[in-house]
């Protein structure tokens, strides 16, 4: 089974300044891991993903994250936030290819002026 | 670029009525994925085809909640009857094969129920 959490419901930055969004998540077997991105009433567009290659993965928009097996961890980041990336944000796990997604509960980034 | 068509995009019904949405994947997509996200929440599974046949539902409220994939195309989530519960978005995504891992997300079907 997997499961996914994600810490901060709301996250609020500054533009220009970094944006660090956090994940943990727990799977019994090797997992891939995934970050999405929902504007309002949209679906889902996927950011990036972890597939048991480079531990850095870099995504669409500037977005790249970090796999740490140790600490079970896959954190987004992207080194200076524009108003555009105001959105949800989803972080999912799945056990395998055509493995259903299990989602986080999602972050909410706000970008102030 | 393809991208997973779904309609209507938004429903509003009264509980007790009858509701269908529509899916059409990305050409050649074998799999298929129905989800459901209620509002504040992450989207969880409901149902999984593949090609026409379902791999899993063990999600699925079997006894109002119905999907098909009849020639492994297309696909259609029915509800019936609806009630003030299942007002949430209801997502279709679709993947290349078995062993893909990314899935492509339809805009989501937005249903309010009263």
């Known amino acids: 089974a997997q499961s996914v959490t994600q810490l901060g419901s709301h996250v609020s930055v500054s533009e220009g300044a970094l944006v660090l969004l956090r994940c943990n998540y727990s799977?019994?077997?090797?997992?891939?891991l995934f970050w999405y991105v929902q504007y309002p009433n949209q679906g889902l567009q996927l950011l990036l993903k972890?597939?048991?290659?480079?531990?850095l993965v870099k995504g669409i928009n500037g977005f790249e994250a970090e796999f740490k097996k140790s600490e079970t961890s896959f954190h987004l980041t992207k080194p200076s936030a524009h108003m555009s990336d105001a959105a949800e944000y989803f972080c999912a796990v799945s056990g395998g290819t055509a493995s259903k997604l299990t989602f986080g509960t999602g972050t909410r980034l706000q970008v102030t002026l | 670029e393809a991208e997973v068509a779904q309609s209507p995009r938004y429903k509003i019904t009264e509980k007790s009525q009858a509701v269908a949405f529509w899916c059409d994947p990305i050409s050649g997509h074998a799999t298929l994925y129905w989800y459901r996200q209620i509002l504040g929440q992450g989207p969880e599974l409901l149902v999984q085809f593949q090609d026409e046949s379902v791999v899993d539902d063990s999600q699925l409220p079997k006894d109002r909640f119905s999907a098909e994939r009849l020639k492994g195309v297309d696909s259609t989530l029915k509800i019936q009857p609806a009630e003030l519960g299942d007002s949430a978005m209801y997502l279709c995504?679709?993947?290349?094969?078995?062993?893909?891992?990314?899935?492509?997300f339809g805009p989501g079907t937005r249903l309010t129920v009263l």
């Open positions: 972890y597939t048991s290659a480079a531990t």
């Open positions: 799977s019994s077997v090797p997992p891939y």
């Open positions: 995504a679709s993947s290349l094969t078995r062993g893909s891992d990314t899935q492509y």
